[in-house]
């Protein structure tokens, strides 16, 4: 299927960051006085920032969730030194874009993350357009965020391909009717992210690079 578009997920998809916000909830959390198993943290990583906290401690009041996503927010740009992007990352957005394909950040971070994460990747020489947390109310897995990429991609569901590491990533890309692929990048195994919807699954980006034929028609090729 020849495509338009390839949308990408940027946390543990790009750049690899997941387990720093890992850290930065098991940290504010603690501080909240809900201390949570990290790997607890890590399952739910990659969705709305509200729906993880319900699933892990429960509902709280909204002062509560306030304080602890600033915190957060805090920790995780407190380590903004140790992001780097994955081996391949940028090469495989430059690839993407050299064949003509609008390739869109899809992606619910906060703005001064994203600027964090697009510092880290080093390749806005080949994106076509990103979002950020403004975009939408809730994040995935709700397909919002990926309604508002195809805008900004000027592409319908068919002619777009999703790529991230997350099965929230791949639950949005079904509800959105985008085609999606699953990267191992981010800590998810292979058959969660099949099971999710995936069409295929790669290891991460330098993989997918090798063997993007498999899942990409350019409009060029």
């Given at each position: 299927?020849?495509?338009?578009?390839?949308?990408?997920?940027?946390?543990?998809?790009?750049?690899?960051?997941?387990?720093?916000?890992?850290?930065?909830?098991?940290?504010?959390?603690a501080e909240?006085?809900?201390?949570?198993?990290?790997?607890r943290i890590h399952r739910g990583i990659g969705q709305d920032s509200a729906r993880l906290l319900r699933a892990l401690?429960?509902?709280?009041?909204?002062?509560?969730?306030?304080?602890?996503?600033?915190?957060?927010?805090?920790?995780?740009?407190?380590?903004?030194?140790?992001?780097r992007a994955f081996e391949g990352a940028a090469d495989l957005l430059r690839e993407l874009a050299g064949r003509g394909l609008r390739v869109v950040l899809a992606t619910s971070a906060p703005s001064d993350e994203l600027d964090l994460l697009r510092k880290a990747l080093d390749a806005d020489d080949a994106i076509h357009a990103t979002t950020n947390a403004d975009d939408v109310a809730t994040a995935k897995p709700e397909p919002g965020i990926l309604e508002v990429a195809l805008q900004r991609a000027g592409a319908g569901p068919s002619d777009a391909l999703m790529v991230g590491d997350s099965t929230f990533d791949i639950v949005?890309?079904?509800?959105?009717?985008?085609?999606?692929?699953?990267?191992?990048?981010?800590?998810?195994?292979?058959?969660?992210?099949?099971?999710?919807?995936?069409?295929?699954?790669?290891?991460?980006?330098?993989?997918?690079?090798?063997r993007i034929d498999e899942v990409v028609i350019s409009p060029e090729g």
């Open positions: 299927m020849t495509l338009s578009a390839v949308l990408f997920d940027v946390d543990g998809t790009l750049v690899d960051s997941n387990f720093l916000h890992v850290d930065a909830w098991h940290r504010a959390l909240c006085g809900a201390p949570t198993d990290a790997w401690v429960g509902e709280r009041d909204e002062e509560w969730t306030k304080h602890a996503k600033e915190l957060h927010s805090r920790y995780y740009v407190e380590q903004a030194h140790r992001l949005a890309a079904a509800r959105a009717r985008v085609r999606a692929v699953g990267l191992l990048s981010g800590g998810v195994g292979p058959s969660e992210l099949l099971e999710a919807g995936a069409v295929a699954v790669y290891d991460d980006p330098a993989e997918l690079r090798r």
